[in-house]
């Protein structure tokens, strides 16, 4: 069975730093593209990061753009994400999703789905 | 700015009617790379619909999405209890950037 947990969220200060971690079994895990999405409380999903497969690729919302760093262990079967200068505006919710081909839009085009999420780690940033 | 906006904010509804949500974008998406998203209080979410109208894999048909450009919509025939959720559209077209709607939440009248 597919499964992804996170784990490394916990209570830090302003300014301080964390890293998460996801840990991926049931699939092939190099072969995907990998991202994180995270939720406020009580707020919606905020998409912050993506991996492509070889973990030469990466992107970043602009809010998070310089203090996190996304990376992969394919070996490992893990993706992490390093964030330092935590703000409270940080807090939230941080699911780590695969991104999977789940559809055909043309003969060279596919759709993609965020179609595997974690269950979630939070993260809390207060002095 | 690419920004997804969802109507209505929360929807009030009886298991067994008709539920429609709405995604409007402020530039047209592209290729209709517009996907819907559920999610159950304290659950992560689950994709529902992707390229504006195909049904993810396990996905019961009586959610259906439509729409292009800027304006979709998702449709829910006939709710069942299970259906009542917060349910989000996704652009991915804008990639390397992913932008979500605000959400919108269904709940039992």
């Known amino acids: 069975e597919v499964h992804l947990v996170e784990s490394g969220g916990g209570l830090v200060q302003p300014g301080g730093s964390l890293r998460l971690s996801c840990a991926a079994s049931g699939f092939t895990f190099s072969n995907y593209w990998m991202h994180w999405v995270r939720q406020p409380p009580g707020k919606g999903l905020v998409w912050v990061s993506r991996?492509?497969?070889?973990?030469?690729?990466?992107n970043y919302a602009d809010s998070v753009k310089g203090r996190i760093t996304i990376s992969r262990d394919n070996a490992g079967n893990s993706v992490n994400l390093q964030m330092n200068n935590l703000r409270a505006e940080d807090t939230a919710v941080y699911y780590c999703?695969?991104?999977?081909?789940?559809?055909?839009?043309?003969?060279?085009?596919?759709?993609?789905?965020?179609?595997?999420w974690g269950q979630g780690t939070t993260v809390t940033v207060s002095s | 700015e690419v920004v997804l906006t969802q109507s209505p904010g929360t929807l009030s509804l009886s298991p067994g009617e008709r539920a429609t949500l709405s995604c409007r974008a402020s530039h047209s998406v592209t290729s209709n790379y517009l996907a819907w998203y559920q999610q159950k209080l304290g659950l992560p979410p689950r994709l529902l619909i992707y390229?504006?109208?195909s049904r993810a894999t396990g996905i019961p048909d009586r959610f259906s999405g439509s729409g292009s450009g800027t304006d979709f919509t998702l449709t829910i025939t006939r709710l069942e209890p299970e259906d009542f959720a917060v349910y989000y559209c996704l652009r991915s077209d804008t990639s390397p950037m992913y932008t979500f709607g605000q959400g919108t939440r269904l709940e039992i009248k």
């Open positions: 999703v695969r991104l999977n081909r789940v559809g055909k839009l043309s003969d060279y085009l596919y759709y993609y789905g965020m179609d595997v």
């Open positions: 991996v492509s497969p070889d973990g030469t690729d990466t």
């Open positions: 390229g504006a109208s």
